[in-house]
C-alpha cells in the first residue's frame, strides 16, 4: 500500500491526532477500519466516497496495489519533515509511522 501524506494546520480546538495502521486491504484511521478489499485492479475510488474526512483524493489499485492520500494534520512548530511528507510505502501489517504533528519551539538564547 502507498500513502501520501497532505499536510495541513487545523485550528486548535479542532485538533485531532492521526493514528494509520494496516491489516492486508484494512485501514483503520483512529480506530476505524475501512476494508478497501472491494477494489478491483485498476479501479478508483473517489475520496467522497468513502465515510471519513482523512482521505484528500482518490483510492486506486494498480498491479495489486492499493494508493490513496490521506490528510495529515500538524502543529504550528511542525517539523520539516511533516509539512513536507515523503510518501509511505507499507510493506508489512501493523501500526503506519507517520511524522511527528508539532516540535517543540526552540527556547530563545539568553
Given at each position: 500500500?502507498?500513502i501520501?501524506?497532505?499536510?495541513?494546520?487545523?485550528?486548535?480546538?479542532?485538533?485531532?491526532?492521526l493514528s494509520v495502521?494496516v491489516?492486508?486491504?484494512?485501514?483503520?484511521l483512529?480506530?476505524?477500519?475501512?476494508?478497501l478489499?472491494g477494489?478491483?485492479e485498476?479501479?478508483?475510488?473517489?475520496?467522497?466516497?468513502?465515510a471519513?474526512?482523512?482521505?484528500d483524493?482518490?483510492?486506486?489499485?494498480?498491479n495489486?496495489?492499493?494508493?490513496?492520500?490521506?490528510?495529515?494534520p500538524h502543529g504550528?512548530?511542525a517539523?520539516?519533515?511533516t509539512?513536507f511528507?515523503?510518501?509511505?510505502t507499507?510493506t508489512?501489517?501493523?501500526?503506519v509511522?507517520?511524522?511527528?504533528?508539532?516540535?517543540e519551539?526552540?527556547?530563545?538564547?539568553?
Amino acid at each position: 500500500m502507498k500513502i501520501n501524506l497532505t499536510p495541513f494546520s487545523p485550528p486548535p480546538q479542532l485538533y485531532v491526532p492521526l493514528s494509520v495502521s494496516v491489516a492486508g486491504d484494512v485501514l483503520t484511521l483512529n480506530g476505524e477500519s475501512l476494508d478497501l478489499s472491494g477494489i478491483p485492479e485498476g479501479a478508483t475510488l473517489p475520496a467522497q466516497a468513502v465515510a471519513s474526512d482523512w482521505f484528500d483524493g482518490s483510492i486506486t489499485r494498480a498491479n495489486g496495489e492499493l494508493s490513496l492520500t490521506l490528510r495529515l494534520p500538524h502543529g504550528p512548530n511542525a517539523p520539516h519533515e511533516t509539512r513536507f511528507p515523503a510518501p509511505i510505502t507499507v510493506t508489512e501489517d501493523g501500526p503506519v509511522d507517520l511524522p511527528p504533528y508539532d516540535a517543540e519551539p526552540e527556547e530563545a538564547p539568553e
